[in-house]
């Protein structure tokens, strides 16, 4: 690494997505390129019709599952954390995230510099995937989702007795709970079960198959079952788990007398859970909350930081305040879908 003085100067903004000149990569791109670099298989970071991708194993098996042969990379170069490989003139390597399975820093070195690009990532103990490394960097692309003060959110174990409270409360109800298929649904389940809540678990059959992809590549989460296809009685006073789209619609009003759960960091603030109609709020993000993000960049010691997809602003004055040269970085087309963002931000 330099001593700070020189700007990271080979990586730039192009309208595919960010772009290693040196490496001839981009990080993932928007749209279809010859080289992606892909931080993880949420469909806003990981997207179709690659030439080439390089990724972590789970990543490339995830992205298998969701777009289907040959559409998630023509070529695949599975990489493990911390192997080292050279890409024209780049030294690349992968570092745990922490955000779900299989995801990714990529971290560059060039020229006795080394910058690293966060993709989604958060600093909250996680049953199903690897923790989030800190790896010293001259300059940190970071995620910003949860980027004002505000967002100071609750320990996930708190959120997770909140509802095993309200179902021991309420056992001739049942609770339904909207959560992203990737990575939400499997860190929920984990939670419950460290728990010690091992009843099985009813799932929309939309969830089940990555679920079962995560049991494949280790993770373990006890006994699953098709909601779809279950008797209603049978899930009386259990607990569900289904999309967000569906947990508001006629699929959820055939569960008997539900309470609507939702997990997300946008449970945080009380009027999107009112305007969504949300009886339970279970505030468990799979981002880093704002002491998080704050926390990270200074740990890095990055003497520039990009910040991408989120509330640029307040963290870059923040940033400012450490003597961090921060600096927007307008990505569009991050949906942070794990997080169902609301149309324009953060309400």
């Avoid at 998630?72 to 170069?77: D, L, M, V």
Wanted: glycine share 10%.
């Amino acid at each position: 690494m330099t001593d700070g003085d020189d700007r990271v100067d080979w990586l730039e903004l192009k309208p595919e997505g960010l772009f290693c000149a040196p490496g001839a990569f981009y990080i993932d791109p928007l749209q279809p390129v010859a080289h992606a670099v892909i931080t993880h298989g949420h469909s806003d970071h990981a997207r179709p019709n690659h030439t080439h991708v390089t990724a972590t194993p789970e990543t490339l098996a995830i992205m298998h599952l969701r777009m289907g042969e040959g559409r998630a990379g023509h070529t695949r170069q599975p990489l493990h954390y911390g192997q080292v490989i050279s890409v024209g003139d780049v030294q690349l390597w992968l570092a745990p995230a922490g955000h779900v399975l299989g995801s990714a820093q990529v971290v560059m070195e060039y020229r006795g510099q080394r910058a690293v690009v966060s993709g989604d990532y958060k600093r909250a103990p996680d049953p199903t995937c690897v923790p989030f490394e800190v790896v010293p960097c001259d300059l940190f692309v970071t995620e910003a989702t949860f980027g004002l003060p505000v967002f100071r959110l609750p320990d996930p174990a708190h959120e997770i007795g909140k509802l095993l409270h309200d179902v021991r409360l309420f056992p001739e109800r049942t609770h339904v709970v909207g959560c992203y298929a990737l990575g939400k649904c499997q860190r929920l389940i984990a939670l419950l079960r460290n728990a010690g809540y091992h009843d099985p678990l009813w799932l929309h059959g939309a969830l089940l198959p990555m679920c079962r992809l995560y049991e494949s590549l280790g993770i373990s989460l006890g006994e699953l079952r098709s909601a779809t296809v279950a008797q209603k009685a049978e899930m009386r006073g259990g607990i569900v788990l289904a999309p967000p789209s569906a947990i508001a619609d006629r699929w959820a009003r055939r569960l008997p007398d539900p309470v609507v759960c939702l997990a997300s960091g946008w449970m945080h603030v009380r009027q999107r859970a009112k305007a969504r109609g949300v009886e339970l709020p279970l505030v468990i993000s799979d981002h880093a909350d704002w002491d998080a993000l704050l926390e990270t960049c200074r740990a890095t010691g990055a003497k520039e930081i990009w910040v991408t997809h989120g509330r640029e602003d307040a963290l870059i004055y923040a940033l400012g305040k450490m003597q961090i040269h921060g600096r927007a970085l307008r990505l569009i087309g991050y949906e942070d879908e794990d997080e169902d963002v609301p149309e324009g931000g953060p309400a």
